[in-house]
């Protein structure tokens, strides 16, 4: 059997996992990773190929507002002889409505690998989703909402729940090195990511003023950066509390990232949370995000509260500051013991490559 893999994009933190799934390959079995060099704005993606992939590189082509083709797709399927089409399952990449003809075309099984449904779609787009989704074998989704959705939807459609992973045995590696150098908690909370207008920071920064005329102070480390920082930035000294925060840029050193998350006792997401409920829970720090799963990231069904952290009210940040208040009167210790063990299972690229080759066994 021979398989194909498209994915979206190069992400780093998805080549663990491609390894993972070349590792494991069955004997009887061949598949082809197809990366493509750019991502679906133009931006040259750092090449991490080795010799435990057999990998094609692919181009984006951007077509707008998160509609992109990808060259090369079409051409691989028809003259690849493949089995199976493993397509990064978003509707708005143009190529995969040609590669599911392709595909039809030639008798090749088709699996999607991506969010499925978020449940805040409106009739058109649900519409739209659902007739594409129809045309899978099988989907591979992130998360258990995802498929709970599927499943009303398409009562017929097979799926797995992949869930999602980050380099697990580096970023514990920097872990265990940053515990042993700290030297205790300089932040109560930390933030990591892109400073935009979606992850809504200005709530986080009226929760901590009200937090503080409640006569909670609090140390808050902002890594990252976009562009909305001068406007939070403003924000913070309107509210008085700019001594709260201290702004560090972006940072996309493991050790470092490490360092900061040991320094610190809660990562805090105000919108929606991704890969960075893995990245803190992998490092042992509890989170506080909004608990609305139709306006989340899959990641976020990771977050037990009072486990391995707290949810709040979306979008209102004196419920986000009534979780920050439960998060810092509660048993730090027991929250942080519980962070690794509740991810280790299901969100690893074992695990991932694991539920990989079962879908497949079970179209093949």
């Known amino acids: 059997m021979r398989i194909a893999l498209f994915t979206d994009q190069g992400a780093h933190y998805r080549f ?12 009887d079995v061949a598949i082809d990773f197809f990366i493509p060099e750019n991502d679906s704005k133009g931006l ?17 082509i951007s077509l707008g507002h998160r509609l992109f083709y990808q060259s090369g797709v079409v051409s691989a399927i028809l003259r690849g002889r493949y089995d199976v089409i493993v397509l990064w399952g978003g509707a708005t990449i143009l190529s995969n409505w040609f590669a599911l003809v392709a595909a039809k075309i030639r008798n090749v099984r088709i699996v999607f690998w991506g969010h499925g449904f978020y449940g805040n779609e409106g009739a058109v787009k649900l519409a739209f989703r659902s007739f594409f989704y129809r045309f899978a074998d099988s989907n591979f ?14 009562p017929d459609a097979n799926s797995e729940v992949i869930y999602n992973s980050l380099d697990v045995d580096r970023i514990r590696d920097c872990a265990e090195s940053a515990r042993q150098q700290s030297m205790g908690y300089k932040w109560d909370l930390i933030y990591v990511g892109r400073l935009t207008t979606i992850k809504r920071l200005d709530l986080l920064i009226d929760a901590v003023a009200i937090l503080q005329k409640q006569g909670r102070s609090l140390k808050v480390l902002m890594v990252g950066e ?33 360092d900061y998350f040991s320094e610190s006792r809660f990562c805090v997401s105000p919108g929606n949370i991704g890969l ?20 989340q990231m899959p990641e976020a069904e990771a977050v037990q509260h009072g486990e391995n952290g707290f949810l709040f009210q979306r979008e209102v940040a004196s419920s986000l500051s009534a979780a920050i208040n439960e998060a810092m009167n509660s048993d730090y210790e027991t929250l942080r013991a519980n962070c690794f063990p509740s ?10 490559s694991g539920v990989f080759w079962s879908g497949i066994s079970k179209i093949s």
């Open 343 to 352: 991810v280790r299972e299901h969100y690893s690229p074992e695990f991932q």
């Open 16 to 27: 663990p996992v491609f390894r993972a799934i070349a590792e494991s390959c069955p004997d």
């Open 276 to 295: 960075m409920a893995m990245h803190a829970l992998y490092n042992n720090t509890p989170i506080i995000t909004h608990g609305d799963l139709t306006n």
């Open 226 to 258: 976009g562009e909305v920082q001068s406007v939070l930035m403003s924000r913070a000294s309107s509210m008085s509390v700019s001594d709260c925060f201290e702004w560090v840029g972006a940072c996309y050193e493991e050790q470092r990232l490490s």
């Open 44 to 60: 040259h993606v750092l090449d991490e190929v080795n010799s435990e992939l057999r990998c094609s590189r692919i181009k984006n």
């Open 141 to 154: 989704l992130y998360g258990k909402h995802a498929q709970r959705i599927l499943s009303e939807r398409l």
